[in-house]
């Protein structure tokens, strides 16, 4: 048995320029650091002839068309996979529709256990760019890059989408002590709302494509927001980077219709009035977690918790997809 596993992440600055109807017109980048809650995968050899599936639901097929799950079927044809004797197993840290890049982390993961079952070493950037053409070529789904390629090299990282399609991967040059003061002022909370991240990113990837000059010029601002973050924390800035935090969120609500709701609004002016000095809703919008920076952590947890909302601590993860065991 192969066991995977691939991180989650958080955005820090420029979130949605990584999509290629925007980064193919203008260049893209996205300030990203991977987390430790993940997405695992096992990969076993069985003695039966179908295939076995164990996601949500379960799939027991014969043919790689008949697979339901489609990030599974087209891993397996990539890989070269023959749907015999094989089963493939997930699980997660936080379910999926929250805003932390799961498809990507479970992509990752996937992969790389596939590859190993063969006996391949895939570098990391290759198994990004699987993942991706995998998403946005095969699948035609509208998202971006960040989440394959934080997921794959973890850490707290920079990257740049250019108008090729190549991505500059470069970490963010940030001290020990900066690091660890970010690692520890920044809380997460669940709202308990999940939704798909495509429905909002398919409004954002169809009026990129149409040049709408609204979307466009809200792009290139959370654009220059990332490097500005990147800015703040590699001078040890971190109260600038939570401002810049700020700002980012209220043009990422202007973006498109269901990026937050009245009861998010709520949470996030409790938390504002309550220590934290900056913030904002991770990934796509519409739900997922809340995400904000403070330097007085027991007095925001403290009133969150009253209002109901639910913590999840975190730290950072310099690992990147890995095999966890093989047996």
Same mark, same amino acid.
């Given at each position: 048995?192969?066991?995977t596993? %691939?991180?989650?992440? =958080?955005?820090? #600055?420029? !979130?949605?320029?990584?999509?290629? *109807?925007?980064?193919?017109?203008?260049?893209?980048?996205?300030l990203?650091a991977?987390?430790?809650?993940?997405?695992y995968i096992?990969?076993?050899q069985?003695?039966?002839?179908?295939?076995?599936?164990k996601?949500?639901r379960?799939?027991?097929?014969?043919?790689l068309d008949d697979?339901?799950?489609p990030?599974?079927?087209?891993?397996?044809?990539l890989?070269g996979?023959?749907?015999?004797?094989l089963?493939?197993? %997930?699980?997660?840290? =936080?379910p999926? #529709?929250? !805003?932390?890049g799961?498809?990507? *982390?479970?992509l990752?993961?996937?992969?790389?256990?596939?590859?190993l079952?063969?006996?391949a070493i895939?570098?990391?950037r290759d198994l990004?760019?699987q993942?991706c053409?995998?998403?946005?070529?095969?699948?035609?789904?509208?998202?971006g890059?960040?989440?394959?390629?934080?997921?794959?090299?973890g850490?707290?990282?920079?990257?740049?989408?250019?108008?090729?399609?190549?991505?500059?991967?470069?970490?963010?040059?940030?001290?020990h002590?900066?690091?660890?003061?970010?690692?520890?002022?920044?809380?997460?909370f669940?709202?308990g709302?999940?939704r798909a991240?495509?429905?909002?990113l398919?409004?954002?990837?169809t009026?990129s494509?149409?040049?709408?000059?609204?979307?466009?010029?809200?792009l290139?601002?959370?654009?220059?927001l990332?490097?500005?973050?990147?800015k703040?924390?590699?001078?040890g800035?971190?109260?600038?980077?939570?401002?810049?935090?700020?700002?980012h969120?209220e043009h990422?609500?202007?973006?498109?219709?269901g990026?937050?709701?009245?009861?998010?609004?709520?949470?996030?002016?409790?938390a504002?009035?309550?220590?934290?000095?900056?913030?904002?809703?991770?990934g796509?919008?519409?739900?997922?977690?809340?995400?904000?920076?403070?330097?007085?952590?027991?007095r925001?947890?403290?009133v969150?918790?009253?209002?109901?909302?639910?913590?999840?601590?975190?730290?950072?993860?310099?690992?990147?997809?890995?095999?966890?065991?093989?047996?």
């Amino acid at each position: 048995m192969i066991i995977t596993r %691939s991180p989650l992440r =958080i955005s820090l #600055g420029g !979130g949605g320029t990584d999509l290629p *109807s925007y980064y193919r017109e203008h260049g893209g980048f996205v300030l990203s650091a991977a987390i430790d809650k993940y997405v695992y995968i096992a990969v076993h050899q069985t003695f039966v002839d179908d295939l076995i599936i164990k996601y949500s639901r379960m799939e027991r097929v014969k043919s790689l068309d008949d697979i339901q799950h489609p990030l599974i079927r087209e891993a397996l044809k990539l890989t070269g996979h023959q749907p015999v004797g094989l089963e493939i197993a %997930s699980m997660s840290d =936080i379910p999926a #529709g929250t !805003g932390l890049g799961s498809s990507g *982390s479970f992509l990752t993961a996937l992969l790389q256990g596939l590859h190993l079952q063969k006996k391949a070493i895939v570098p990391k950037r290759d198994l990004a760019e699987q993942a991706c053409h995998i998403e946005i070529e095969k699948l035609q789904e509208p998202v971006g890059k960040q989440d394959q390629y934080i997921a794959s090299f973890g850490g707290v990282t920079c990257f740049e989408f250019n108008k090729d399609d190549t991505v500059t991967v470069e970490p963010l040059q940030i001290s020990h002590e900066t690091l660890a003061n970010l690692e520890d002022n920044l809380v997460l909370f669940y709202t308990g709302y999940t939704r798909a991240a495509s429905e909002i990113l398919r409004d954002q990837d169809t009026r990129s494509r149409q040049r709408d000059s609204a979307m466009v010029d809200n792009l290139h601002t959370v654009k220059e927001l990332g490097f500005e973050s990147k800015k703040a924390l590699e001078s040890g800035n971190l109260r600038g980077f939570a401002e810049i935090m700020q700002v980012h969120w209220e043009h990422k609500k202007r973006r498109t219709d269901g990026m937050s709701n009245s009861m998010i609004n709520t949470w996030y002016e409790l938390a504002r009035n309550n220590g934290a000095l900056g913030g904002k809703l991770i990934g796509a919008g519409g739900g997922g977690f809340l995400m904000f920076y403070t330097e007085d952590k027991t007095r925001l947890r403290h009133v969150m918790r009253e209002a109901g909302v639910r913590e999840v601590r975190i730290r950072f993860d310099f690992e990147g997809t890995m095999l966890v065991t093989r047996s």
